[in-house]
């Protein structure tokens, strides 16, 4: 992503890793993905504009906000410390996915503090390892969220990860309108996620 950025014509990367076919990987050693595109891609543009559109009412950064609430409640919570926490989202779209934040605010991930970088790598790597103890090595997503190159505003967008379990089918609903059913409540997820880590 660090070249990326001097790059004509790139406005965005998105950095991700498919694990399992039915997740979308093709090839069999472990790898992650980087891809430049010339405009946001189609997720990262809705957060984006929904944090702006936010930040506008609110006047704070709605990653910001959300991470305290979660923090506070700790019914979703999954791992926290100084640096990071990792939480099951409460309109998680699938069972057991979880988002990964940065306790300091920050906007990209690839010019932001190196240190807060290292703590959510590890923090991913650890949800990671909890999610395939729970399920038994499921296929999986992660993507990382960052701001794109071209808008120079910060303040409103935080860099995160998002886990994605593929244990659940896209079907005619999810995929023609919008919407995802989840069969697994986020706190459940949460408190199975807590004590799974692998040893």
């Known amino acids: 992503a660090f070249e990326m950025r001097e790059k004509p ?9 498919n694990v399992g076919a039915p997740a979308g990987a093709s090839i069999e ?3 992650s993905q980087i891809l430049g595109t010339p405009i946001p891609t189609t997720e990262v543009g809705r957060d984006w504009a929904a944090s702006l559109g936010y ?4 006047g704070a ?11 506070d409640r700790g019914a979703r919570v999954v791992e926290e410390n100084d640096s990071a926490i990792v939480f099951c989202p409460f309109a998680s779209r699938f069972p ?5 934040l940065p306790k300091q605010h920050e906007s990209r991930f690839e010019i932001g503090d190196a240190a807060c970088r290292d703590a959510v790598a590890l923090m991913t790597r650890r949800a990671v ?16 969220h ?4 071209d ?3 910060e303040l409103h967008y935080h860099w995160h990860v998002e886990v994605y379990p593929r244990v659940t089918t896209l079907a005619g609903f999810e995929l023609g309108g919008g919407c995802y059913i989840n069969p697994v409540a986020p706190e459940h997820a949460a408190e199975q996620l807590r004590s799974a880590l692998r040893q």
């Open 29 to 31: 050693h472990a790898h």
């Open 55 to 58: 930040f506008r009412r609110q």
């Open 9 to 17: 014509g790139i406005s965005s990367t998105l950095v991700f890793k």
């Open 146 to 149: 960052s701001a794109p190159y």
């Open 61 to 71: 950064c709605p990653f910001c906000r959300l991470m305290a609430e979660e923090s």
């Open 129 to 144: 390892s909890r999610l395939e103890n729970v399920l038994d090595r499921p296929p999986y997503n992660y993507v990382v």
């Open 96 to 100: 057991y996915e979880m988002c990964v």
């Open 151 to 153: 808008d120079s505003a």
